[in-house]
C-alpha cells in the first residue's frame, strides 16, 4: 500500500463514482498576526493498493505536526484494501477536513501519514507572517491566502 498523492487544499470530496474533486491546492498560509487561527482547510491523499496488497488491514495514521515535531492534529484508522488482480491496482481516497486550526507562529508544518509499515509520507507547508496592503489574499487578524 502506498501514496502516490498528498496535498492540503481549500476544499476536496469525494463523489459518488469515487472521484476525488479538488479546489485550490496550496503550501502557504500567511497571516498578519500571531498566533493565528485559519478558517478550514482540507488534507487528501491517495491510497494505491496492488496485488500483493489484496484483502489486508492497513492502520492509518495521520498527524499534523509543527517544525519542534509537536502534534497539533492527529487520526487514526483502518484501511481494508479491496482484492486486486495480479499486475493491477486499486486506489481510494482519504480526506481530512480541518476547521479553526490555530498557528501559534509563523514556521515550517507538515502532515505525516503512515499506512501499515509504509512511510512516513510527508506533505509539508509553511504559515508566513506578513501582507502587503491591498493584497487581496490578506485577512487581518486571521489567515489568510495561499
Request: net charge negative; hydrophobic share 40%; no cysteine.
Amino acid at each position: 500500500m502506498k501514496i502516490p498523492v498528498a496535498f492540503l487544499a481549500d476544499e476536496a470530496n469525494v463523489s459518488q463514482e469515487g472521484k476525488l474533486n479538488v479546489l485550490g491546492i496550496f503550501d502557504r498560509i500567511t497571516a498578519s498576526r500571531f498566533p493565528t487561527v485559519h478558517p478550514r482547510m482540507v488534507f487528501a491523499f491517495r491510497v494505491q493498493a496492488e496485488y500483493a496488497d489484496s484483502g489486508r488491514r492497513y492502520p492509518v495514521h495521520v498527524r499534523l505536526v509543527d517544525e519542534d515535531g509537536g502534534v497539533m492534529f492527529e487520526a487514526n484508522g483502518e484501511i481494508q484494501a479491496p482484492r486486486v488482480e495480479p499486475g493491477g491496482f486499486s486506489t481510494a481516497n482519504q480526506v481530512f477536513t480541518l476547521v479553526g486550526v490555530r498557528f501559534p507562529q509563523p514556521g515550517s508544518y507538515k502532515f505525516i501519514v503512515h499506512v501499515g509499515e509504509q512511510g512516513p509520507y510527508e506533505t509539508p507547508f509553511a504559515v508566513a507572517a506578513g501582507e502587503q496592503q491591498g493584497d487581496p489574499r490578506s485577512n487581518p487578524g486571521g489567515a489568510g491566502g495561499r
